[in-house]
Nanobody
């Protein structure tokens, strides 16, 4: 089995920063892409950022420059540094990894449990 555990959410004021983490554990042969998504109340889940195995990144256009995704392959962990947070960034943030498990032939997408980020004065 594979598990993803997120941490780092919370309540912050506009302009402040937060750093989210998501660590994978279990029967992992290899990790391909790692990503962050978010879902605000009443809205669909949307891509925030993705980082590939070789470090290539892709961001939602409106977030580039404020958000930075990074990964530590030795820890099977992805991070999301969020700076200059705005009230419209309020959402549940989910990590997602594309993982090839041991004893499997194709990679699968796994999701974290979600962590609440609230930006409010």
């Amino acid at each position: 089995q594979v598990q993803l555990v997120e941490s780092g959410g919370g309540l912050v004021q506009p302009g402040e920063s937060l750093r989210l983490s998501c660590a994978a554990s279990g029967d992992i042969f290899s990790i391909q892409a790692m990503g962050w998504y978010r879902q605000a109340p009443g809205k669909q889940r949307e891509l925030v950022a993705v980082i590939t195995a070789d470090g290539g990144t892709n961001y939602a256009g409106s977030l580039k420059g404020r958000f930075t995704v990074s990964r530590d392959n030795t820890k099977s962990t992805v991070y999301l540094q969020m700076d200059n947070l705005k009230p419209e960034d309020t959402a549940v943030y989910y990590c997602s990894f594309r993982i090839l498990p041991y004893n499997d032939y194709a990679p699968r997408d796994y999701w974290g449990q979600g962590t609440q980020v609230t930006v409010s004065s």
